[in-house]
Each structure stands twice: as structure tokens, then as C-alpha cells.
């Protein structure tokens, strides 16, 4: 039988002391319901992510989000970017434009315009309302039901003891970020709109794409997640490139900046022998 979503969430086992916003309701997550989960996300990501705290690496990555937004327009959030030490290429969303890119995916990227694909794509997911969607349609479903309290419990900062079932808190951050097959085509499409509309040559998110099916096929990082294919996805990227108004002057490099950026990571991260 099914219950209610109210029933569902009070009857969990997993529902933390107090929480939360996301449990009080079972309507559309509100904008400013996303931005309430989106400041506690992010503080909970503060204390579980090793954050790359330098702030040149910072405001690079944070003057990159802030072009292609500025090319997107008003937005009813205040965006964040951070940079997370990680091996992984990998980057994601949270709720209310809280981004996160690891080390590795700035360290992988042969260009800029490559990096600005991957970040312009993880805002498409917040301005299309993916990440609220997901967290939505999560608390409609009685598995989504536990998920969700977990991520709520995140989010509250209700703690790891409730959330043993996921192993850790990012396990649930990684299962709320998963999402589906045209969620992932729209946030491409938005970047390849705004890429080229802040002046980055879009053609940087397919190479960028490209680079990482040599590297993993089409399995490869999360991010780009298996539905649709890495294949899939760099065929409909380039279509997009077709058609996209492509002024001149479109940028593929920024002088050496990233080049800087990613021997200050190296040093930072103690792998300046890598190369
Ligand atoms: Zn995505």
C-alpha cells in the first residue's frame, strides 16, 4: 500500500530530530525551500568535503560560474563554487547553486573552455530546477522516502549516525545527483547556449566529453552518468554546436590562467612531481 508522503517520512526510521523542511511538506520544492536546504548543504559540505581552501584556485573557478551566469541572467540564487581535493573528475550541483568541482576534473581540463563546459553544465542542472526536481521526485517514492531523510539529515546537519545505510553522506549527495537521461541533454544544451553567450567556445564541453571516453569509454565519471552515453552525449552536443549562435572571437583559452591555476593545484596538493 502506498502512504502518504507525510505518513512515509514520519514513520521512517531514519527521520532525524527535527528534521526538516523537506519533511514538513510533500508539495514542489519552493525557491525559497531550495534555498534553505542549499545554505545547510552547504555548510554539511563543509565539514565532509576536503574543500580546497586557496583562494586563487577559488575565485577562478568562482569567476568562471560567475561569467556564465551573468550570460544566463538573474538568477534567484546566490551561486557558490568551491573546489574539492579529489583524484576523481568529477563536479556536482547542490541544491540552490551550490557547486562543487574537484581538483582533478581543473587538472584534466586541456583548455578552459573545457573546464567552463563542466561547470556551465552543473549550473544548467540548478537554472533547469534538476536538483530540485530530484529532490522532489526522491520524497515521492517510498525508497526516496529514506534517501531523502538522509539528505535532509545532511542538510540539517542531523549527522552520519543516520546515515548508515548510505555508508556516508556523500553516498546520498551522489544518489540525489544522479539524474536522468534528459536532465543530462537539457544541462548541455544550457551550457552550449551559455557558453558561447558568456564567450567560451561551447566546443570545449564536447572535447571535453571526447577526452574522457578515451580515458573511460562509456562508463566513466559520475557526472556524466551512464544514461545517456558519453557517445550519446557528444552526439548531441555537437548537434547543439550546429545550430548555437557561434559569435567570433570565441575564447578556447584565457591566456594561460588555467595552466597557473592547475600548477598552483599540483603544489597545493603536494603532486607537483606528477609531471
Ligand atoms: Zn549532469
Redesign the pocket.
Known amino acids: 500500500m502506498r502512504k502518504s508522503c507525510s505518513e512515509a517520512a514520519r514513520r521512517s526510521r531514519f527521520a532525524p530530530v527535527g528534521a526538516i523542511l523537506l519533511l514538513v511538506s510533500c508539495g514542489p520544492l519552493s525557491l525559497s525551500e531550495e534555498s534553505q536546504l542549499g545554505h545547510s548543504f552547504q555548510q554539511e559540505m563543509r565539514k565532509e568535503l576536503p574543500i580546497l581552501h586557496d583562494r586563487v584556485v577559488t575565485d577562478y573557478v568562482r569567476g568562471m560560474g560567475r561569467g556564465i551566469l551573468k550570460a544566463a541572467g538573474p538568477q534567484p540564487f546566490d551561486y557558490t563554487f568551491q573546489v574539492v581535493v579529489d583524484e576523481n573528475v568529477n563536479a556536482f550541483?547542490g541544491p540552490a547553486g551550490h557547486i562543487y568541482i574537484h581538483t582533478e576534473t581543473i587538472l584534466k581540463a586541456r583548455n578552459a573552455s573545457e573546464l567552463a563546459g563542466v561547470i556551465a553544465?552543473?549550473i544548467?542542472?540548478v537554472v533547469e530546477r534538476?536538483v530540485a526536481e530530484n529532490y522532489n521526485r526522491q520524497r515521492n517514492t517510498q525508497i526516496g522516502q529514506q534517501v531523502l531523510v538522509a539528505g535532509a539529515a545532511i542538510a540539517g546537519g542531523g549527522g552520519m549516525a543516520n546515515l548508515a545505510n548510505f555508508g556516508s553522506g556523500l553516498a546520498a549527495v551522489a544518489y540525489l545527483?544522479t539524474?536522468g537521461r534528459e536532465?543530462?541533454m537539457e544541462?548541455?544544451a544550457f551550457a552550449v547556449e551559455m557558453l558561447s553567450k558568456a564567450g567560451w567556445d561551447p566546443a570545449g564541453l564536447v572535447t571535453f566529453f571526447q577526452l574522457l571516453q578515451e580515458d573511460s569509454g562509456d562508463g566513466g565519471p559520475s557526472?556524466?552518468?551512464s544514461h545517456p552515453t558519453t557517445s550519446e552525449r557528444i552526439r548531441a552536443t555537437s548537434e547543439a554546436l550546429e545550430v548555437v549562435d557561434r559569435p567570433p572571437g570565441l575564447r578556447t583559452d584565457d591566456g594561460g590562467r588555467l595552466q597557473i591555476i592547475q600548477r598552483r593545484i599540483l603544489l597545493l596538493t603536494r603532486q607537483s612531481t606528477r609531471y
Open positions: 550541483a553544465h552543473e544548467g542542472h534538476h545527483n539524474f536532465a543530462e544541462a548541455d557526472f556524466l552518468s
